[in-house]
């Protein structure tokens, strides 16, 4: 009888803990429906600006600026930004893993790198493995906000400006499709590696369009190229808020459908137990009737 | 004298949306040095502007109110793309909100922090004066 107490036990507490991962299931859900609608509100501003910068070198092919031209500098001086995408809180597959061990990937070998975590768990990582950490971002909000994207975008600017920075990389996770995620790196800074239609060569055959950039193509890309990676960050926070939403979802899919296993395998091993106890307790009965039957036979004689 | 049908494609985009697409007799813009007026068929240009109003008049004569952020104007092939922070019409500005966020950047100039963070609340006083400006014409 006790062991089947200890099953009913073991049921309950499956279903308590199923309770709360298909809580957790239901509010990722929700979650990721609204960080996709802002995810597609903000696609036609990063294309825009996008293609005002194309546009901008197409013309001026000969622009120099800090944002767009990579400085030469020996590999033993570069310094690499890392601005690194995790969560606050675990519970969602290898999504956290991937984009960290992606990282660690990139910054072996480089001598100097500056790391900007994003998120409770990279902070964690990264400190506990002895790495220092730049700039730690913590999120408030239930999900990115512009603020945030203003904030980030600023400080990676502040030391780009100030040569502290020479290459900037985001590393995030981004929803391949509603089944997978995957690790996208996006080089920030400086943009001229990043745009991937800017060439050079195609300039001479396109017609060209007399552009005049006021007050000076300087001021124009010192307030388009902070805008562009203002509008970028931002979109990176929502696609990995997405990837994380859709991680947490999957995982609490498979949670949910591992506890439907184990409560149906406990609940056959329950009945089975219990059958058990009562095939016993008839045996045990019939037995002790029969032996008594047998005693009052035996005693008239 | 107005020509009518002498119109240009507006289109004002932030990082919330498309803001507003369609047709525009004349957009005044906030440029660096005062306010520049566009209208159609101008040259080829992209400027940059700051925070401030925009206004855009639509087919229909009706001049409208926009609080704008900063951002680049391009115009090209009689099509005006703004491209902007921030875009809100003075009727969806919240007005209790920005009076907040003018207090706590006010705050935050006068403690003594670095450099970085004292940028960084001028723009954000810059972004709630502009809210507060624009819903206090109507």
Same mark, same amino acid.
């Given at each position: ?301 | ?7 240009? =494609? @507006? !289109?004002?985009?932030? #990082? %919330? ?11 005044? /813009? ?22 401030? =109003? @925009? !206004?855009?008049?639509? #087919? %229909? ?11 680049? /104007? ?43 963070e004292y940028r960084l609340s001028q723009m954000a006083l810059a972004r709630a004066l502009n809210r507060l400006k624009i819903t206090d014409q109507d």
């Amino acid at each position: 009888m006790a062991h089947t107490q200890e099953i009913k036990e073991r049921i309950n507490s499956i279903e308590s803990t199923q309770k709360i991962t298909s809580a957790m299931f239901m509010i990722s859900s929700t979650k990721l429906a609204r960080a996709k609608r802002d995810l597609e509100a903000a696609r036609p501003y990063i294309y825009g600006i996008q293609n005002l910068i194309e546009r901008m070198l197409r013309h001026i092919p000969d622009i120099e600026h800090p944002f767009l031209r990579d400085d030469p500098k020996p590999e033993e001086k570069r310094v690499y930004g890392y601005f690194v995408i995790t969560s606050d809180r675990g519970l969602a597959g290898a999504y956290n893993y991937n984009v960290l061990m992606e990282t660690e990937r990139l910054m072996e070998g480089k001598p100097n790198v500056k790391l900007f975590v994003m998120g409770e768990v990279g902070r964690h990582h990264f400190t506990k493995r002895g790495y220092e950490i730049e700039k730690y971002f913590h999120e408030e909000a239930v999900s990115p906000t512009r603020d945030m994207a203003r904030h980030i975008a600023f400080w990676i600017l502040e030391l780009y400006r100030n040569d502290e920075i020479d290459e900037m990389y985001v590393v995030y996770n981004a929803m391949k499709n509603p089944i997978q995620d995957e690790v996208r790196t996006q080089q920030v800074l400086p943009l001229q590696a990043t745009l991937p239609n800017v060439d050079m060569s195609a300039v001479l055959d396109v017609q060209q369009e007399e552009f005049i950039l006021q007050p000076t193509p300087k001021d124009v890309i010192d307030t388009v190229v902070p805008s562009y990676i203002r509008g970028f960050i931002f979109s990176t926070l929502i696609e990995s808020f997405c990837a994380e939403q859709n991680s947490r979802m999957l995982a609490m899919q498979v949670a949910n459908d591992s506890a439907n296993e184990m409560l149906h395998d406990l609940k056959i091993e329950y009945n089975r137990e219990r059958q058990a106890t009562i095939t016993q307790e008839i045996t045990e009965i019939s037995a002790g009737a029969r032996a008594r039957k047998k005693s009052k036979k035996q005693k008239p004689e | 004298m107005s020509v009518n049908g002498n119109t240009a =494609e @507006l !289109k004002i985009i932030s #990082p %919330d949306g498309i803001f507003f697409e369609g047709r525009m007799k004349a957009v005044i /813009v906030p440029g660096l040095d005062g306010q520049i007026e566009f209208l159609p068929h101008h040259e080829e240009i992209i400027i940059k502007i700051r925070i401030g =109003e @925009l !206004k855009y008049q639509t #087919p %229909d004569e009706v001049w409208h109110l926009v609080a704008i952020g900063s951002g680049a /104007v391009q115009f090209a092939n009689n099509r005006c793309t703004i491209l902007a922070d921030t875009a809100e019409r003075p009727e969806d500005i919240d007005r209790k909100r920005a009076q907040e966020a003018l207090e706590r950047a006010k705050e935050r100039l006068q403690q003594k922090k670095s450099f970085e963070e004292y940028r960084l609340s001028q723009m954000a006083l810059a972004r709630a004066l502009n809210r507060l400006k624009i819903t206090d014409q109507d």
